[in-house]
């Protein structure tokens, strides 16, 4: 069997998630290159969109932002930001949001703002404002991820899995999640699923049916459930039906591979 890193096994679960004729939001990073990944493979009708309003884009190799002239080049159309989120996005056409994470909280919150309560008072309960106020990292920020988030169909998350990813709960909400569980998107009238799927490198979670926490569904190969749960910030619950991710096959690493090559 092919050697494969826990890098490639993230993408290549991350991109058998989305299938044959779907229409994907995509991030700029991990998101963009499992989504690539699987429209050049086992779903060549996949519809990528990327929030500088290209429709349909075909890259020949990852964008380097949402503004690469990739995009533009390759799309089938290219419209105005606001009609991407006011026609496309809010009304709910769009099947899948992918997004990558700053940090992650267990009810599928996501934070890209800004790290670590106001250093003027670490001692005291950090609130959103104190955070944003006098952090001590500010992040890229928000961008087109609230939306997304808040109005496609189901969102999707993939990001490397550790104890400052995964915390119990987020410095500063950038995109809602499921909130403080089951039952929080509906009551702000929130159109779309939410997050319905985290895929990490040590394996996939989901949201419990009854509460929305966050569960450990299933284990890339080769990875224990001590190794997920030392890597997660708070008690993580673990499925009484835990799978295994089938492991990359050579086609999905050739395909990847040759995609990573041309983007060097």
Known sequence: MTEYTSDEMMSVAAARALGDGMSCFVGIG????AANL????HAPNLTLIYESGCLGAKPSRLPLSIGDGELADTADAVVSVPEVFNYWLQPGRIDVGFLG???????GNINTTVIGPDSADESSAATS?????????????????PEIAASCREVFVVLRQSTRTF?????????????????????LGLPGAG????????GLMRPDP???????????????????VA???????????LGTTPAPTEAELRILRDLTRASA
């Open 30 to 33: 991990l998101p963009s290159t």
């Open 38 to 41: 699987a429209r050049r493979g």
């Open 101 to 107: 994470a700053a940090q992650l909280d267990k009810f």
């Open 129 to 145: 404002t104190s955070n944003y106020a006098n952090p001590k990292v500010r992040l890229p920020g928000a961008g087109g991820a």
């Open 167 to 187: 915390v119990e709960k987020v410095d500063f909400v950038t995109s809602f999640g499921h909130g403080a569980g089951k039952g929080d998107r509906e009551r």
């Open 195 to 202: 997050p319905t799927l985290v895929v990490t490198d040590l």
């Open 210 to 228: 009854e509460t929305a926490e966050l569960t450990l569904t299933e284990l890339h190969p080769g990875v224990e459930v001590d190794q997920v």
């Open 231 to 241: 890597a997660t910030g708070w008690k993580l619950k673990v499925a009484g039906d």
